[in-house]
């Protein structure tokens, strides 16, 4: 599911940046920046990415006590 929601993040964030840019060539007169928003994506993904990684961490853990039974 993690890597389903990097994807669809990913995509947003494309199509985030798409939009913005295809409105300012439209309305050159507005001024402004839209691109702050879209650091959010990709702190979100930085986060999935970094809980993909505990949840290995996890299992592997769960797995070695497995064994010790």
Aim: with cysteine; aromatic share 8%; hydrophobic share 50%.
């Amino acid at each position: 599911m993690i890597y389903l929601d990097i994807l669809l993040t990913i995509s947003f964030l494309g199509l985030q940046l798409w939009r913005v840019s295809d409105y300012r060539e439209a309305n050159p007169t507005v001024a402004g920046s839209c691109y702050v928003g879209s650091i959010l994506p990709a702190i979100a993904i930085v986060l999935l990415i970094m809980a993909r990684r505990a949840i290995s961490k996890d299992e592997k853990l769960v797995k070695s006590t497995d064994r010790l039974r």
